[in-house]
């Protein structure tokens, strides 16, 4: 297939974009009364507005020929179909046979992978049922008190951004911790206060050779059997989440406490899998459940609604014309619940590393802008920070509003003022405020003529910033098991449409092989040959400044 962007759907769109830039979105919405009504689309709980796009019908008309050109629904099929649509690694891709409820056959290489989820789900709920009631101690015979969960990207920050997200869900009973930094602060600090006699780590690496991880487990190993003095604790103290069964039990932990994955599973999209093992210990088994329950629901939705009427394929098409035809080069996601503060940082990995790519499937340099940088934090904290960007900069930033309706934490009239703040967002970076309204204002205030012109230019907001509003009656399980599958989803759209492999991430690879040569030199006290001047300047001043 020739590159996307030299197809002439890729043109249509670049000229549909000259005609759609002189447009504004308040004549948009004034001239067609029933744009609201029609560009809207609720799915499992979730409820999207995304009619604060600078777009029309016509924009959509040509953004779904554009997904036809790039046969989005074929490449649809093959990925539930558990074909290797990661090609460099030639893996399948298929992280929805981890929430696929149904249990209709997934098939991988021939097989039916449904019985071994099963399988491991099956360990999950067992392990995680004796954990919860203290049937499961530590070496000692005392209660689990506290989990820490040692791995890092994908096996880190989607148990803890859930875990986050659900705290109204989680137990008093046992809290849960998680060290992702190789940097000795983070250990160190999180073990701090922890009792080892209490406390239970699991080891969550798919590969189980990770620098950060496996330097954090053997200083957790230390510090348990530093207090404990006896080898035979590890086995009450340390489980694994791995796809490497050697690795584990090379590491000191007994298989029969490592909870398997596969390599079909991507790091990135591997909390379903056992590496949500963390969530399941902090909400129990049931609510696990109807995360992927919530998961699989979009699944559904995704796999078989038409296109035009696909949630997850219209916001990753809206994605494409923001990045592609108007410029944008990043993308903001504004959760407007204090639960889902770590829903950004989730998704820069997520988002990322998937589509942060420059080559095609068939390794030929692309021509056309790929994934943008992914940022946020929640409302209303971003307000006063950098919202005044978004309204009156010279950037186009493109953003998602994400709320609920009822909040866990009934507190006098907090939430209505969360969302009041929410919805005015929206409406005010799509309306704006022309020259002529802020002179009125002005003039209404008292001012002078000469301060009003002085003042009005500065008061001026040109609007038509896009937003796309998730609304949802309430942050649960089920909900933020959807919302993570509509993101998850809505990369791939955007990366079959650009031609790329989402699913590899050779990109981290150069600076990890890097690090460990420098390592052996700092090890060694002297910067080796080979690098460059200021490499070489660094490593001796950190050398000097370290005391070598
Ligand atoms: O950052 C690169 C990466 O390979 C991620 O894709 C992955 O989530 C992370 O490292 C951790 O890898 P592992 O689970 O093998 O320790």
């Known amino acids: 297939m020739s590159m996307i962007s030299h197809t002439p759907q890729w043109q249509a769109l670049q000229q549909h974009w000259e005609e759609m830039r002189e447009h504004h979105l308040r004549t948009l919405f004034a001239r067609d009364p029933d744009r609201a009504e029609r560009m809207r689309l609720s799915v499992a709980g979730l409820h999207l507005d995304y009619s604060k796009n600078l777009l029309t019908d016509e924009t959509l008309r040509l953004l779904l020929e554009l997904a036809r050109a790039a046969d989005l629904s074929g490449w649809q099929t093959r990925l539930y179909d558990g074909e290797p649509i990661n090609v460099t690694e030639q893996r399948a891709v298929l992280h929805m046979a981890l929430r696929n409820r149904s249990n209709r056959p997934m098939v991988v290489d021939g097989e039916d992978v449904m019985p071994l989820v099963n399988g491991v789900l099956a360990r999950i709920e067992r392990f995680v049922g004796e954990v919860r009631s203290g049937a499961w101690t530590g070496h000692t015979g005392r209660r689990i008190s506290d989990v820490v969960n040692i791995g890092i990207g994908g096996s880190n920050l989607g148990p803890k951004m ?233 950037q186009l930033i493109p953003a998602d509003f994400i709320g609920a309706a009822r909040s866990h934490h009934e507190l006098g009239d907090h939430h209505d003022k969360l969302m009041a703040n929410c919805f005015a967002q929206t409406e005010a970076l799509m309306r704006g405020r022309t020259l002529d309204e802020a002179r009125a204002e002005l003039r209404a205030a008292g001012l002078s003529d000469e301060r009003v012109e002085a003042l009005a230019p500065h008061r001026v907001f040109p609007g038509n910033r896009p937003t796309n509003t998730l609304l949802m009656e309430r942050l649960t399980p089920f909900t933020l098991g959807a919302l993570i599958a509509l993101y998850e989803h809505r990369i791939f759209t955007q990366g079959v449409i650009w031609g790329i492999n989402s699913f590899d991430q050779w990109g981290v690879e150069l600076g990890k092989q890097l690090a460990g040569v420098i390592l052996g030199e700092l090890e060694g006290g002297s910067a080796g040959e080979g690098h460059d001047a200021s490499t070489c300047a660094l490593l001796e001043t950190y050398l000097h400044l370290r005391g070598a």
Not at 217 to 244: E, I, M, Y
Not at 345 to 359: C, F, H, I, P, T
Not at 368 to 394: K, M, N, R
Request: with cysteine.
């Open 162 to 394: 859930v875990c986050a997200a659900l705290s109204p869900y989680c137990s008093d009973q046992l809290r849960v911790h998680f060290v992702s930094n190789v940097d000795a602060t983070h250990l160190v600090e999180t073990l701090r206060g922890l009792d080892p006699e209490t406390t239970l780590f699991v080891i969550a690496s798919k590969t189980f050779s990770t620098q950060e991880t496996m330097t954090n487990a053997a200083s957790a190993r230390d510090w348990l059997l530093a207090a404990l003095d006896d080898s035979g604790a590890v086995a009450r103290h340390f489980v694994a989440v791995s796809t490497n069964t050697e690795r584990v039990s090379a590491f000191g932990i007994d298989t029969a406490n490592m909870f398997e994955f596969w390599d079909w599973v991507g790091g990135r999209y591997s909390l379903w899998s056992a590496i949500g093992l963390p969530i399941a210990l902090a909400v129990g088994f049931e609510r696990f459940v109807e995360l992927l329950e919530g998961a699989h629901a979009i699944d559904e939705h995704h796999r078989t609604a038409p296109l035009e009427r696909n949630m997850p394929v219209l916001l990753g098409l809206i994605g494409v014309w923001y990045a592609n035809f108007a410029g944008a080069r990043t993308h903001a996601v504004l959760p407007y619940d204090q639960s889902l503060r770590l829903l950004p940082a989730y998704l820069q990995q997520g988002d990322m590393e998937s589509n942060g790519k420059r080559v095609g499937r068939d390794g030929e340099t692309l021509e056309h802008t790929t994934g943008p940088v992914v940022w946020g934090e929640p409302g209303t904290d971003g307000q006063h920070a950098f919202y005044q960007l978004i309204h009156q900069g010279t």
